[in-house]
């Protein structure tokens, strides 16, 4: 008898062993599968990280072999695919908003937009992109103070920098057409649609944005080119304040920007076309002196809409 109870014994304990094992092996394979269902996204961050960690590859096994589960997953994996599917439109519908201009300022030609004072913006422009290096270096002191720009594009040089370009607009920059080949010589009708339709094109084909402003190289305004943008409907944007950085040294660079400086101001600078180093070096004190002032970072577009606002905002004040 007591040699039977004490077997018996043993067996309890080996049951209940057992028992538990299983138990824990249960909970350890469900557990991460309910967290994976509860929490949105999880399923596919899961499954980047497992096949780097042999531990878990069991649990993802066995979670197939799972029917329920596996329906969970399925349902969770189309769920994904459509709430990528929609943001990547949005981002795309977006990404053609960026660079539109209300109706008003279509065909003419502007070098600031006129606010009220309850504003205080002001639109960075960097022209002659783009470039190695010196985009990117402005690229990255925009996102760090958070800032949107506008970047006036030469088509001969977005066709070197395809990657570049496909940067600039993925950071939600607003994107501008600044001809071809970048000359200071007149135009025909057909050289200049050339110059212009040619680079418009190219924008769109690589980074989806239809632009609709216009700056024609040099700033020159009689040589033909701004006549068939105008006729074309862009919007052709000069600057307000000038910064010179393209012959002058970091320190009067930043003085040439803040003695010009106004609300509704176009500030021009480059990011491309030679050594932009200076531009570069300028552009975190230019910042943060703007910032000073109480400025606001804008693009051009925005401006303009800004400018619309504002006087739909007076007319229905003065009715
Ligand atoms: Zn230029």
Known sequence: MTNLKRLWRRRKIFIVA???AVGSFVVGVTLPLNLRAIVPGAASQAQVVNPSTPLMTPHIQSAENQPSSNVNLVKQAIGDRVEFSTQAIVQLQESRFV?????????TTLSHAKLDSRHKAIALTFDDGPWPTTTVQILDLLKKNN????????GIYLQTYPELGKQVAAAGHAIGNHTWNHQY??????????EIDRTTSLIEE???????IFRPPGGILNNGLAAYAQKKNYT???WSADSLDWRTATQSLME?????ANSGGIVLMHDGGGNRSRTVEALPDIIAQFRKEGYTFVTV?????MQEQDLKHQETAQK
């Open 256 to 260: 040439n920007v803040m003695r010009q």
């Open 99 to 107: 660079s539109s201009i209300p109706s008003q300022f279509q065909g």
């Open 236 to 238: 052709v944007v000069m």
């Open 18 to 20: 057992f028992i538990a």
């Open 185 to 194: 010589i007149k135009y025909n009708e057909e050289g200049a649609a050339s």
């Open 206 to 212: 690589l980074t989806g944005i239809r632009t609709s």
């Open 147 to 154: 800032i949107k720009a506008t970047f006036f594009w030469v």
């Open 301 to 305: 577009p925005e401006l303009l809409k």
